[in-house]
């Protein structure tokens, strides 16, 4: 059974940081493109960063230089760095693993940022 959890989401003041982790089991994050996504209720699930199985990184306009995607194929676990954070960033955040075969989603973590 493939699981995905997210975790690391919270209240924070503008400025801030947080840090998104997604950690999978039933898969291998290295097998796998793992990307962050965002979603305000009410609007449409938004692409925030992706990272490949090989490790290539791509980054949504409205995050570069504030945000950095990574991963540990050890813990099999992929960060989203969270920096800067701007009250426009508030949604609830989602990691999915992405391939032909099939796609995972998690549950989503809630990122607050208060101005």
């Known amino acids: 059974q493939v699981q995905l959890v997210e975790s690391g989401g919270g209240l924070v003041q503008a400025g801030g940081s947080l840090r998104l982790s997604c950690a999978a089991s039933?898969?291998?994050?290295?097998?796998?493109?793992v990307d962050w996504h965002c979603q305000v209720p009410g609007q449409q699930r938004e692409w925030v960063a992706g990272?490949?199985?090989?490790?290539?990184?791509h980054y949504a306009d409205s995050v570069k230089g504030r945000f950095t995607i990574s991963k540990d194929n050890a813990k099999n676990t992929v960060y989203l760095q969270m920096d800067n954070l701007k009250p426009e960033d508030t949604a609830v955040y989602y990691c999915g693993a992405i391939s032909r075969g099939g796609n995972y989603w998690g549950q989503g973590t809630q990122v607050t940022v208060s101005s």
């Open positions: 990272i490949t199985g090989g490790g290539i990184t």
């Open positions: 039933g898969i291998l994050f290295s097998m796998y493109t």
